[in-house]
């Protein structure tokens, strides 16, 4: 079992940053990466990234949002500039620790 724990969501406003950190409470040796769930829509990918560093983006985010690790700390990092209104969702850390694991989600809203 692993736990995830996410913070960095907030409010900002359109073409702002916000940065969201997620903790393991243990190695995670596989993929980590951070979905997103807007009111009324499906959980979609945002990017992953996998132990050696190999990086995944939706085209949505290229070149706005970048992921990162450190696997000494157990941690993920997505960093987000230029944020759009269509941003605005709850945001999910994942890992694959023998079974999908999920953080508890945190709230990213991007006002105009």
């Known amino acids: 079992q692993v736990q995830l724990v996410e913070s960095g969501g907030g409010l900002v406003q359109a073409g702002g940053s916000l940065r969201l950190s997620c903790a393991a409470s243990?190695?995670?040796?596989?993929?980590m990466g951070w979905y997103r769930q807007a009111p009324g829509k499906e959980r979609e990918l945002v990017a992953t990234?996998?132990?050696?560093?190999?990086?995944n983006y939706a085209d949505s985010v290229k070149g706005r949002f970048t992921i990162s690790r450190d696997n000494a700390k157990n941690t993920v990092v997505l960093q987000m500039n230029s944020l759009k209104l269509e941003d605005t969702a709850v945001y999910y850390c994942?890992?694959?620790?023998?079974?999908?694991?999920w953080g508890q989600g945190t709230q990213v809203t991007v006002s105009s």
């Open positions: 994942y890992a694959w620790f023998k079974v999908d694991t």
């Open positions: 243990r190695n995670i040796v596989n993929t």
């Open positions: 990234i996998t132990f050696a560093k190999s990086t």
